[in-house]
C-alpha cells in the first residue's frame, strides 16, 4: 500500500466513521473531506469542484424541480378521486397508494413521488378510521423500490451510470434498469399488500409545532364565478365536495347574508360563500369546486414587473392597529397593497363576510401581496410573521402542461434525442416558463443538503479508484471468492451495499461501494454491469432503519413509528430482494461478457 492509498483510505474511513457518528450534518462532514482531501493532496485542486458541475448534481437537482412542479399541479389526485370513495380499509388501500407512489417514483424523484401522495394518503385514513401506520411504511417502502426502475427515480442509479461513465467509458442509458426494477417493484409491491399486517396499528402520529399551525381551521370567503360550470351546485354538493373537512358557514348573495344555509340550496354564479377548514382541506375544496377568492383576483402592488405574489401567515400582535378594525375599515388593498385572503380564531365561528369581520388580538391572517410590498406592510399593520411555509388556498394550477412536459423529457430520454441531464434541465425550465412552478419555490424544491453531499463527495470517493485503492480493496475480494460460483460475489457486493447505505447515505454508499465492485469483477473476469446494477439495488432499497433514506425519514413522525418498526417490514423485504434480486440481475445483466 502506498503513501497516497493509504491517505485516501483514513480519509474515506474517517468520512464513514462520522457519518455513522451522527454528531455533525451529512453536508458538513462531506464539505470537510473535501477540504481535508484537498490538504493531504488526495484530491486534486482541479477536481476539487468537479462534483458540483457534474451531470449527476444537474440531473439530480432538475428532477426535484420536475417532481415539485407535477406535484402542485394536481392532476394525480384528479384521476384518484374516482377511486377513493371505493378505498374502505387498509386491505384496498396499502396496494393502491403502495402502487400509485411505485409508479410515480418511476418518472420522478421518490421523495418528491411519497410527498405528493401522503396528504391524500392520510385524508383517506382519516375518513375511513385507518391507521396511518398500515399506509405510510408501505406507501415509502414502494417508493424506494419504485426508484430503481429508470435513471431518475433514485439518486444510487444517477450514480452508478456516472461510474460506469468512467469504467467503461459509456453510462448507463435511463431504461436500462427497468428489467431488473420492474420485476423487483413487481414482486415488492405483492409482499407490502400483505405483509402491512406486521406493522403496528394503533399508534398515533407525533405531533409538532407545524402539525398544530396546519390544522388551525381557517375562514376564507370564495365566489362562483360567472362562468361557472359545476354541474351539481346545491349547497350539499359542495360539502361532499369538502370530504367532511370544509363546513359552508354563509352563502352571500346580492348583499344578503344567510348564516348556515340549507343544503338544498343552489349556488348561483355571483353568489360569495363564507368557508371554514384547514388550509389543505380548503385548497382542495377551491379547486374541485371551481370556486375561486373573493379577493384573490385582484391585481397586488408591485414594484418591478419580475416580482412575485406572495402569500403569508402572520398573526395580530399586541399592539397591532388592526385590533378592533375590519380589512374594510382599513382599507388594506388600497392603503397596503395586500388582500386579506383568510382568517383563524380559536374557539370562535363567525359568519361575517369576511371584508367586515373585526380582527382582534392572536388571529392568524393570510394575506396576499408583492415580496417586496409584504415586509412594509406587515410592520406597518403590526403583524408578526409566522415561519414561512407553502399555504395554497386554490390558486390556479396547471395540470396538464406539467404532465406533458414530463412525458416530452422522458420520451426524448428513451429515444436518446436528448442525454438525461438536458432533458430534464429543459424540463425543470419549462415547469417555470409555464406558471407550474414559481421560482421561489423551485429554489425551495431543490434539496441543497443532499446535493452538498453528493457534489463534494464524488472527487473524495474518486481518490479511491484514483490512488489505485479500488483495485487494492477488490484484489482482496478477488481472492476470497476465487473458485466460488460468480453469483456469490454479485450477492456479497448487494448486501455490503444494503448494510452500508442505512449508515452512510445511499449517496456516499454508492460513490464508495461501486468502483470497489466494477473492480473486484475485472479481477474475476467478469463483466462490471451486473455489480454496479447491485450496487444500485441494494443502496436504493434501505428498508431497516428511518435515517438511511429522506423517503423512511419523512413517513416516521405522522406514521407515529419507531426505530424498531421498520426492521418488522423491511428486514423481510430486503431478504427476499437480496434472494431474488441476485440471479435476476445475472440472468438480465450476464455476469460473462
Not at 404 to 425: D, G, K, R, W, Y
Not at 433 to 457: F, T
Not at 517 to 524: I, P, Q, V, Y
Request: net charge positive; proline share 6%; charged share 15%.
Amino acid at each position: 500500500m502506498t503513501l497516497q492509498q493509504a491517505l485516501a483510505f483514513g480519509l474515506v474511513g474517517a468520512t464513514i466513521v462520522a457519518f455513522i457518528w451522527g454528531r455533525w450534518r451529512y453536508d458538513v462532514i462531506a464539505l470537510s473531506a473535501l477540504g481535508l482531501g484537498l490538504v493531504l493532496g488526495v484530491v486534486p485542486a482541479e477536481d476539487a469542484f468537479s462534483g458540483f458541475a457534474n451531470d449527476v448534481t444537474v440531473i439530480i437537482a432538475c428532477a426535484l424541480v420536475v417532481s415539485a412542479a407535477f406535484a402542485r399541479s394536481g392532476i394525480v389526485e384528479a384521476a384518484l378521486r374516482p377511486l377513493l370513495p371505493r378505498l374502505t380499509s387498509a386491505r384496498t388501500q396499502v396496494p393502491l397508494f403502495a402502487g400509485v407512489v411505485a409508479l410515480l417514483s418511476m418518472v420522478t424523484k421518490n421523495v418528491g413521488a411519497l410527498a405528493l401522495m401522503m396528504p391524500i394518503a392520510l385524508q383517506t385514513a382519516r375518513r375511513t378510521n385507518v391507521s396511518p401506520s398500515c399506509l405510510l411504511m408501505p406507501m415509502a417502502f414502494a417508493s424506494l423500490i419504485g426508484g430503481t426502475v429508470t435513471m431518475v427515480g433514485t439518486s444510487p442509479n444517477i450514480l452508478v451510470s456516472e461510474v460506469r461513465q468512467q469504467v467503461l467509458g459509456e453510462p448507463f442509458q435511463m431504461y436500462d434498469y427497468a428489467p431488473v426494477g420492474l420485476a423487483l417493484t413487481a414482486l415488492g409491491l405483492v409482499f407490502l399488500a400483505f405483509a402491512y399486517r406486521l406493522l403496528p396499528t394503533t399508534r398515533t402520529a407525533t405531533e409538532t409545532l407545524d402539525t398544530a399551525i396546519e390544522t388551525a381551521p381557517y375562514v376564507t370567503q370564495v365566489s362562483a364565478p360567472e362562468d361557472w360550470t359545476l354541474e351539481k351546485r346545491a349547497v350539499r354538493n359542495l360539502q361532499a365536495l369538502g370530504q367532511g373537512e370544509v363546513r359552508i358557514l354563509a352563502l352571500i348573495r346580492d348583499g344578503e347574508r344567510r348564516a348556515q344555509p340549507h343544503p338544498n340550496v343552489r349556488v348561483r354564479p355571483g353568489d360569495k360563500l363564507l368557508v371554514e377548514g384547514e388550509h389543505q382541506a380548503l385548497d382542495t375544496f377551491i379547486t374541485r369546486a371551481k370556486l375561486k377568492h373573493s379577493r384573490a383576483d385582484r391585481p397586488v402592488a408591485t414594484e418591478e414587473p419580475t416580482e412575485e405574489t406572495r402569500v403569508v401567515e402572520a398573526i395580530v400582535g399586541s399592539d397591532s392597529m388592526l385590533i378592533g378594525r375590519s380589512a374594510k375599515q382599513e382599507d388594506l388593498y388600497g392603503q397596503h397593497g395586500v388582500n386579506l385572503l383568510a382568517v383563524s380564531r380559536s374557539g370562535y365561528r363567525t359568519t361575517v363576510e369576511l371584508k367586515g369581520m373585526r380582527l382582534r388580538a392572536g388571529d392568524v391572517v393570510v394575506l396576499q401581496g408583492g415580496e417586496r410590498t409584504l415586509p412594509g406592510a406587515l410592520k406597518t399593520l403590526g403583524l408578526l410573521p409566522l415561519a414561512e411555509r407553502d399555504v395554497r388556498l386554490g390558486g390556479i394550477r396547471r395540470r396538464v402542461a406539467p404532465a406533458l412536459i414530463l412525458l416530452t423529457a422522458m420520451v426524448l430520454v428513451a429515444v436518446q434525442a436528448a442525454p438525461v441531464a438536458i432533458a430534464f434541465f429543459a424540463a425543470a425550465v419549462a415547469m417555470v416558463l409555464v406558471g407550474a412552478i414559481r421560482m421561489r419555490e423551485a429554489y425551495s424544491a431543490l434539496d441543497g443538503p443532499v446535493l452538498v453531499l453528493i457534489a463534494a463527495l464524488i472527487p473524495v470517493s474518486d481518490a479511491i479508484r484514483a490512488t489505485g485503492g479500488a483495485e487494492l480493496i477488490a484484489s482482496a475480494l478477488a481472492q476470497a471468492f476465487e473458485g466460488r460460483p460468480p453469483i456469490l460475489a454479485l450477492g456479497a457486493v448487494m448486501a455490503v451495499s444494503m448494510a452500508a447505505t442505512p449508515f452512510l447515505n445511499n449517496a456516499a454508499t454508492v460513490l464508495i461501494v461501486a468502483p470497489v465492485g466494477a473492480a473486484l469483477a475485472r479481477l474475476l473476469g467478469l463483466h462490471p454491469d451486473p455489480f454496479l446494477m447491485a450496487v444500485a439495488v441494494g443502496a436504493a432499497c434501505d428498508f431497516l432503519t428511518p435515517i438511511g433514506h429522506q423517503c423512511n425519514t419523512l413517513v416516521m413522525a405522522p406514521g407515529g413509528y419507531r426505530f424498531a418498526d421498520y426492521p418488522r417490514l423491511g428486514a423481510p423485504l430486503t431478504a427476499l430482494v437480496l434472494l431474488v434480486g441476485t440471479p435476476l440481475i445475472a440472468a438480465v445483466w450476464p455476469l460473462q461478457g
